[in-house]
């Protein structure tokens, strides 16, 4: 597998051995010479995974390196996010409650609400997501079914935490967290749940602030000889605490979180973060307070100014906007299958659907596979993706955000599923016309929640 070498923008080749315990890195910056690494956790290759978006993420776990994971909670930033070139995406819980319910994190978004959130910013990205899934949204039986949902639609990984319903966001005061046994039992609930799809499970504890640090580390231990692939003890509060965490938990992959103005110190380096030995660097609020303060800024000047031409050199132009939303594909894909003639159905459709019609009258098994899920549907019409977009990206610490955003291109911008039917259309344009058409599954329909009035029924 071919891996981005620490440290540089050089690209060499890693092995790994049979017993899946080192590496060996041939740097072709280094005149091929071998360099023999530790692999400080084998455990992320040694389980099986069928799951493509799931084996993304545990090449990117398991390869020399940090990885830099900001949170998004829309479509629109998740493709932002994978456009500058960013590996992994994190679904910010804090973040969807605000854009989604304009609420805060204190347990008020519902488990339909945040997956709806969580499968339309999976399909809009070709870049492994990892999904904030508060805590389990029940007990261990919530958590298996939770998990099946989240293999179904592609999501690459997720994290569960152990504080008590209704939760809060990990930096805020005056959390609780339920027993140790009961969330170890959560974790076997997703382990259990995961099968060979191979979907990453991240245990996080919340334990720092209500009990102490010893008696996080102690859960984040337990947490990872349950199953968990990585641990992630939240709101550590200085830098003795992280090198702590570090040295008491090398079992699994570790996460750290930052969030601006929260418990977590924020003057560390990446560099620094991998010298102390974490894994994954969250920046899960960064995005939605970036937002807001750009929000705040073009809205008072138009209430202050009546026009827009003071910001324009700090917004997305019109064209740029549209590239980043493909809107030159979905047009080419609507002349594309104006154009097509209308296919037949296919005869052998025909003959297994009356085949299944017979064998559900006698009670027999269908022979008719059950229909693929909408993310499995899309894949189907997608070219063989390899993860390019971050060899693109501008090395150069000066580059502006402007350049970033004139750099939007196919390259940058994974195809979506509309890009992959062209494709296939174009590509079939020679065939006969009695071919089937592609089908798209339609996207699956969660029933919205009941709008809640706060005032209603207070005394």
């Given at each position: 597998?071919?891996?981005?070498?620490?440290?540089?923008?050089?690209?060499?080749i890693?092995?790994f051995?049979?017993?899946?315990?080192?590496q060996?890195?041939?740097?072709?910056?280094?005149?091929?010479?071998?360099?023999?690494?530790?692999?400080?956790?084998?455990?992320l290759?040694?389980i099986?995974?069928t799951m493509?978006?799931?084996?993304?993420?545990?090449d990117?776990?398991?390869?020399?390196?940090?990885?830099?994971?900001?949170?998004?909670?829309?479509?629109?930033?998740?493709k932002v996010c994978?456009?500058?070139?960013h590996?992994?995406?994190?679904?910010?819980?804090?973040?969807?409650?605000?854009?989604?319910?304009?609420?805060?994190?204190?347990?008020?978004?519902?488990?339909?609400?945040?997956?709806?959130q969580?499968?339309?910013?999976?399909?809009?990205v070709?870049?492994?997501?990892?999904?904030?899934?508060?805590?389990?949204y029940?007990?261990?039986?919530?958590?298996?079914?939770?998990v099946?949902q989240?293999i179904?639609n592609?999501?690459?990984?997720f994290?569960?935490?152990?504080q008590?319903?209704?939760?809060?966001?990990g930096?805020f005061?005056?959390?609780?967290?339920?027993?140790?046994?009961?969330h170890?039992?959560?974790?076997?609930?997703?382990?259990?749940?995961?099968?060979?799809?191979?979907?990453?499970?991240?245990?996080?504890?919340?334990?720092?602030?209500?009990?102490?640090?010893?008696?996080a580390?102690?859960?984040?231990?337990?947490?990872?000889?349950?199953g968990?692939?990585?641990?992630?003890?939240?709101?550590p509060?200085s830098?003795?605490?992280?090198?702590?965490?570090?040295?008491?938990?090398?079992e699994?992959p570790?996460?750290?979180?930052?969030?601006e103005?929260g418990?977590?110190?924020?003057?560390?380096?990446?560099?620094?973060l991998?010298?102390?030995?974490?894994?994954l660097?969250?920046?899960?609020?960064?995005?939605v307070?970036?937002?807001?303060?750009?929000l705040?800024?073009?809205?008072?000047?138009?209430?202050n100014?009546?026009?827009?031409?003071?910001?324009?050199?700090?917004?997305?132009?019109?064209?740029?906007?549209?590239?980043?939303?493909?809107?030159?594909?979905?047009?080419?894909?609507?002349?594309?299958?104006?154009?097509?003639?209308a296919?037949?159905?296919?005869e052998?459709?025909?003959?297994?659907?009356?085949?299944s019609?017979?064998?559900?009258?006698?009670?027999?098994?269908?022979?008719?596979?059950?229909?693929?899920s909408?993310?499995?549907?899309?894949?189907?019409?997608?070219e063989?993706?390899?993860?390019t977009?971050?060899?693109?990206?501008?090395?150069?610490?000066?580059?502006?955000?402007?350049?970033?955003?004139?750099s939007?291109?196919?390259?940058?911008?994974?195809?979506?599923?509309?890009?992959?039917?062209l494709?296939?259309?174009?590509?079939?344009?020679?065939r006969?016309?009695?071919?089937?058409?592609?089908v798209?599954?339609?996207?699956?329909?969660?029933?919205?929640?009941?709008?809640?009035?706060?005032?209603a029924?207070?005394?």
């Amino acid at each position: 597998k071919c891996f981005p070498l620490p440290k540089t923008t050089t690209w060499g080749i890693v092995i790994f051995s049979s017993n899946m315990s080192d590496q060996i890195v041939s740097d072709p910056a280094n005149g091929n010479e071998d360099v023999f690494l530790p692999m400080r956790h084998p455990r992320l290759l040694s389980i099986p995974c069928t799951m493509p978006q799931a084996r993304q993420l545990r090449d990117l776990l398991a390869a020399p390196g940090i990885v830099q994971m900001p949170g998004v909670y829309d479509c629109l930033s998740a493709k932002v996010c994978a456009a500058v070139g960013h590996r992994v995406l994190y679904t910010s819980g804090l973040s969807i409650a605000g854009s989604v319910l304009g609420m805060p994190d204190i347990g008020l978004l519902s488990v339909e609400e945040n997956l709806r959130q969580i499968v339309n910013i999976v399909n809009s990205v070709n870049v492994p997501v990892i999904a904030d899934v508060d805590t389990g949204y029940g007990g261990s039986p919530n958590v298996f079914r939770l998990v099946k949902q989240l293999i179904q639609n592609g999501v690459a990984g997720f994290c569960l935490e152990d504080q008590q319903w209704p939760k809060k966001c990990g930096h805020f005061e005056d959390k609780a967290v339920i027993p140790m046994e009961e969330h170890v039992a959560k974790v076997r609930a997703a382990v259990a749940a995961r099968g060979e799809s191979g979907i990453v499970i991240c245990a996080r504890t919340d334990a720092r602030a209500p009990l102490g640090l010893d008696e996080a580390i102690r859960r984040a231990k337990a947490y990872a000889a349950a199953g968990a692939d990585v641990v992630f003890v939240e709101a550590p509060q200085s830098e003795e605490e992280l090198r702590e965490i570090v040295t008491a938990i090398p079992e699994v992959p570790l996460l750290i979180n930052f969030i601006e103005g929260g418990k977590t110190p924020m003057k560390y380096s990446v560099e620094a973060l991998e010298q102390m030995g974490f894994k994954l660097a969250m920046y899960s609020t960064a995005g939605v307070l970036a937002a807001t303060f750009a929000l705040q800024e073009v809205y008072s000047t138009i209430k202050n100014t009546g026009h827009t031409q003071l910001m324009r050199p700090r917004m997305t132009t019109f064209p740029e906007y549209r590239a980043l939303v493909d809107e030159n594909l979905w047009s080419d894909l609507d002349r594309a299958l104006a154009s097509e003639p209308a296919a037949p159905i296919h005869e052998e459709r025909r003959r297994m659907s009356r085949r299944s019609s017979s064998s559900r009258m006698h009670g027999e098994e269908s022979p008719i596979p059950p229909s693929p899920s909408p993310r499995t549907a899309s894949a189907h019409l997608r070219e063989p993706h390899t993860p390019t977009h971050h060899l693109h990206v501008s090395q150069s610490p000066s580059a502006s955000p402007r350049a970033h955003a004139a750099s939007f291109s196919h390259a940058h911008n994974p195809p979506a599923p509309a890009t992959a039917l062209l494709q296939r259309l174009r590509s079939d344009s020679d065939r006969t016309a009695s071919a089937p058409a592609p089908v798209i599954a339609p996207a699956p329909v969660i029933a919205p929640a009941p709008t809640l009035d706060p005032a209603a029924g207070l005394a």
